[in-house]
């Protein structure tokens, strides 16, 4: 297999590695002479190597994740269940391994927490120095807990995620391997989720609801079933649903004016999509516009009440971030973006164990449902009690 990469936004290939378009800064994305994807089970991301553009293969089993029916009608692809209890796995598993064919010995990467915890443990497993750094006072303790024991290196900066990424970008200018969703070989690890859907499911979805934080997952795994059509392997493929937390959502403005006004301070419950300035917008807008797909924003009380149900009705303890997929989902039924009758999957991307404050919602506030008098009757969420029934 050859592979190279081409800019997403001049098309020019680059030969070679780099995180961005020597011509024009643009994103770059891998690109294969001849893809191979085995639609078949297997034991982690690798059983899809003919579709990854490396030779190392470092593997902690992750990806083949439960695919389970939800009560609420929606599939639930619980990504909690990687090795370090979020997607980020599939990624860094490729990441890691493309750092081991580049002979890089140190990794580094900016973080709300869980592509922290992920580098740090397949650059454990792999051998490699991990330097993760992170926002002070803005990652859940569980995720925290995993980068001591793994035994990262840990800078903390003042500010948000996006400050955290400059000082990333700045260490991989000094040479250290980034593994933040920039980089196009770490993504390619994130496409395997749409390859597993198919599988499970035996045809594409109709929609895929995903949280969106920097916009690298719901760009990977658009790019996965982009490569599924280009061979004819799905008769059509799903609407990319990117969900953004209320305080947090330049994507949804991007999405109509078709450039990115950074949120300078990002407020929101779910610390981990807390950021204010998604480097991969370019990509999630084009994944969103060729799907025929949307971005929504939800409210902080949406999440929150929409982790509950999960919890309690579902039975999938998940962290909050995640927990907006279902929010989202809720609000696209209400607002008739999505119908009841259309086979949604919602990407529950990482485990309720890294970030263990449960808050209980109380009544929806005044300004936390935008579309209540548009919402039909029957179609909303179970009641308005702080928990739904169990
Ligand atoms: C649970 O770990 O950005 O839109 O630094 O941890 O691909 O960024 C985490 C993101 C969704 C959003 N759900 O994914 C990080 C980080 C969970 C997450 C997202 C994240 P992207």
Redesign the pocket.
């Known amino acids: 297999m050859r592979t190279w990469l081409r800019c997403v936004e001049c098309g020019r290939v680059v030969e070679g590695f780099a995180y961005r378009c020597p011509s024009c800064g643009g994103l770059l994305e891998v690109e294969y002479d001849r893809l191979e994807i085995r639609l078949e089970r297997g034991e982690s991301i690798w059983s899809f190597s003919g579709a990854l553009p490396v030779r190392e293969r470092v593997s902690l089993g992750e990806g083949w994740t439960p695919l389970v029916r939800g009560r609420s009608g929606a599939w639930l692809k619980y990504?909690g269940s990687n090795p370090t209890g979020?997607?980020?796995d599939r990624g860094m598993a490729v990441a890691v391994s493309h750092a081991l064919d580049l002979r890089c010995g140190e990794a580094v990467?900016?973080?709300?927490?869980?592509?922290?915890?992920?580098m740090a443990a397949y650059c454990a497993r792999a051998g490699l120095e991990a330097r993760v750094i992170v926002p002070r006072g803005k990652v859940a303790p569980g995720?925290v807990a995993q980068l001591v024991a793994h035994g990262a290196s840990v800078e903390e900066v003042d500010g948000y995620?996006d400050d955290a990424l400059d000082a990333a970008l700045a260490a991989a200018r000094g040479g250290a391997y980034l593994m933040?969703?920039v980089n196009p070989y770490r993504l390619e690890g994130?496409k395997t989720l749409a390859y597993e859907l198919v599988v499970q499911l035996g045809r594409a979805p109709d929609a895929v609801v995903?949280?969106?934080?920097?916009?690298?997952?719901?760009?990977?795994i658009w790019k996965g079933f982009r490569e599924l059509a280009g061979l004819g392997l799905v008769d059509g493929t799903p609407r990319m649903v990117?969900v953004q937390a209320a305080g947090a959502a330049p994507l949804v403005r991007a999405m109509e004016t078709g450039r990115l006004d950074p949120v300078g301070e990002p407020e929101t419950v779910?610390s981990?999509?807390r950021?204010g300035r998604?480097v991969?917008w370019p990509k999630?807008v084009r994944a969103v516009r060729e799907s025929g797909g949307t971005i929504l924003a939800v409210s902080d009380w949406e999440i929150d009440r929409a982790r509950l149900e999960l919890a309690r009705r579902e039975g999938l303890f998940v962290?909050t971030?995640?927990a907006?997929a279902l929010a989202g989902y809720r609000r696209a039924l209400e607002e008739g973006i999505l119908s009841a009758e259309e086979e949604a999957v919602l990407v529950l991307?990482?485990s309720g164990l890294k970030d263990p404050e449960v808050r209980l919602p109380g009544p929806r506030p005044a300004t936390g449902r935008a579309t209540a008098s548009r919402r039909p009757p029957g179609s909303g969420p179970p009641g308005e009690a702080p928990c739904p029934p169990g």
């Open positions: 990504e979020s997607f980020k990467c900016a973080s709300t927490g869980n592509t922290a915890a992920s995720k995620f933040n969703s994130q995903v949280p969106v934080g920097n916009a690298g997952n719901i760009s990977a990117g779910a981990a999509i950021i998604p991969n999630a962290e971030a995640s907006a991307t990482g």
